[in-house]
């Protein structure tokens, strides 16, 4: 589970596209597991790629490294906070 205050530090020093692109990705993620939906990664992520690109104006393959490259950075602060 990703930790609030850990999501929040690193989403604030992100740039702008990448930080709108990184929310706007979480909150369809959070809409389809409220839906109900089986959780299957590949179709979600191509579902959530395909709307971020066609909202950012950037490819799906762009947005989904944007959202990846920000979990990264979410599970590096983590790790690095739990090792305290």
Not at 53 to 60: D, I, R
Request: proline share 1%; charged share 40%.
């Amino acid at each position: 589970m990703m930790d609030k205050d850990a999501v929040q530090q690193v989403v604030e020093t992100l740039p702008e596209l990448d930080r709108d692109v990184y929310t706007f990705m979480q909150e369809k993620y959070d809409e389809l597991e409220q839906a109900g939906e089986k959780y299957d990664v590949a179709a979600n992520d191509t579902y959530v790629e395909k709307k971020a690109a066609e909202n950012f104006s950037v490819s799906e393959e762009e947005a989904g490294t944007i959202f990846a490259r920000t979990e990264s950075q979410i599970r590096r602060l983590q790790e690095e906070r739990a090792s305290r």
